[in-house]
């Protein structure tokens, strides 16, 4: 192979980067890795030893293309996009809201929403925030981010006069611990509070994993007004400019629906059809 013919092979793998094994790619030997930003610590979504659905879905579009997985591990927070994906340090973030500006983002190939978290038969029936119960229950709150800024569900709760009943919980946590996020739904085993509302992915994963499991309902309505959306699509981001890349995982995306909802569905993450989705957090 010539040096013009290399020039044009590596042209190309990286434009299509992923999911294109052309010729010249076979004459190289070598597919581009797949190199994926990621925290080391968030199940449902990732870890280190490649347990969350996020790693499993990485992997399925390393294959597809023929190519190596590679990882950069940051604690998700302020600054992940920054020290990883903007700095060069990897090319795809598995799992971002659709509408996130930060980046380029793909097509969503999930949607899914907040959720009420009780211990089984307790709450039957809770899904409304205007159910009389929520006067006299003590609900669990996500609190996102470094400033510990409110989810949906928490604004929500307040501006109902609810703010006494509302105990919260950082995504963040203590990162010492294993998957932070997973504190609320433990809460609720443990009976600190009565319920809680959670982010779908991550109640559908831990509820499922105590005994017994703990009862998941969608909230009822999926939004509470134009600026307060509960449900939300989530889509794959890679660097503003990179469309190459964001076609080709496009492409994935469409070609492996039934493989992704069946690896979503084996996390237990609750999904809700497009129509539903309302905007972005």
């Known amino acids: ?18 999911l294109a094994a052309s010729a010249c790619g076979a004459r190289a030997h070598a597919v581009a890795p797949l190199r994926v930003c990621a925290d080391p610590n968030n199940l449902p979504f990732s870890n280190e030893r490649g347990e969350g659905f ?7 579009i390393a294959a597809g293309a023929g190519a190596s997985l590679e990882y950069t591990w940051w604690r998700q927070g302020r600054g992940f996009v920054r020290n990883t994906l903007d700095a060069g340090r990897c090319d795809v973030v598995m799992g971002v809201p659709s509408q996130y500006k930060a980046a380029l ?4 190939y999930y949607r899914s929403t907040y959720v009420f978290v009780s211990r089984h038969g307790e709450n039957p029936g809770l899904s409304s925030l205007d159910d009389e119960r929520l ?6 709150v996500q609190l996102i981010g470094d400033d510990f800024a409110n989810s949906p569900p928490a604004h929500a709760l ?3 006069g609810l703010i006494r009943n509302i105990a919260g919980y950082s ?3 203590d990162y010492s611990q294993p998957n932070p996020p997973a504190r609320i739904v433990e809460a609720v085993a443990r009976r600190d509070v009565d319920t809680a509302l959670v982010w779908g992915p991550l109640a559908g994963y831990f509820g499922s994993r105590v005994s017994p499991p ?16 509960f449900t939300f699509a989530i889509a794959m981001a890679v660097r503003r400019g990179d469309a190459g890349r964001q076609r080709a995982l496009d ?11 069946l690896l979503l569905a084996s996390y237990g993450v609750p999904r809700v059809p497009a129509a539903e989705t309302r905007g972005a957090p």
């Open 1 to 18: 192979m010539t040096h013009v013919q290399r020039a044009t092979c590596g042209m190309v793998m990286m434009s299509a980067v992923l």
């Open 54 to 60: 996020e790693n499993r879905l990485a992997g399925m």
């Open 105 to 108: 983002t793909t097509r969503p």
């Open 135 to 140: 006067q006299r229950l003590k609900i669990g």
């Open 158 to 160: 307040t501006a109902r």
């Open 171 to 173: 995504v963040l946590a």
């Open 214 to 229: 703990l009862d998941i309902t969608p909230i009822a309505v999926p939004d509470d007004g134009p600026a307060r959306p």
């Open 251 to 261: 492409q994935f995306i469409t070609a492996h629906r039934a493989e992704i909802d």
